[in-house]
């Protein structure tokens, strides 16, 4: 079993910045990838941004050059650093680890508005 603990994520004015941090414990495979997805009211869950263990990312087309993943492989965390934040940023967003499977954490909101 996986778990996911997510940290950060709250409200802040457009153009301002928030990082979400999440750490994975458990029975981890060596080959992972984690990332970020949002699901924001009335709408599917989307993909943010995700990275393997070895550093690969890949983000949305609506957060690239805002956005920036990253990761520690040794302790198997990830942080989403989000800048230039938009009313349309607002949603849950979602810690993910795929592993063996995917494993999802309990969500933390973030909302963009003056």
């Known amino acids: 079993q996986v778990q996911l603990v997510e940290s950060g994520g709250g409200l802040v004015q457009p153009g301002g910045s928030l990082r979400l941090s999440c750490a994975a414990s458990?029975?981890?495979?060596?080959?992972?990838?984690m990332g970020w997805y949002r699901q924001a009211p009335g709408k599917q869950r989307e993909l943010v941004a995700t990275?393997?263990?070895?550093?690969?990312?890949n983000y949305a087309d609506s957060v690239k050059g805002r956005f920036t993943i990253s990761r520690d492989s040794a302790k198997i965390t990830v942080a989403l650093q989000m800048n230039s934040l938009k009313p349309e940023d607002t949603a849950v967003y979602y810690c993910?680890?795929?592993?063996?499977?995917?494993?999802w954490g309990q969500g933390t909101q973030v909302t963009v508005s003056s």
């Open positions: 990275i393997t263990r070895g550093g690969l990312t």
């Open positions: 993910m680890i795929k592993t063996l499977r995917d494993y």
């Open positions: 458990g029975s981890i495979f060596s080959m992972w990838t």
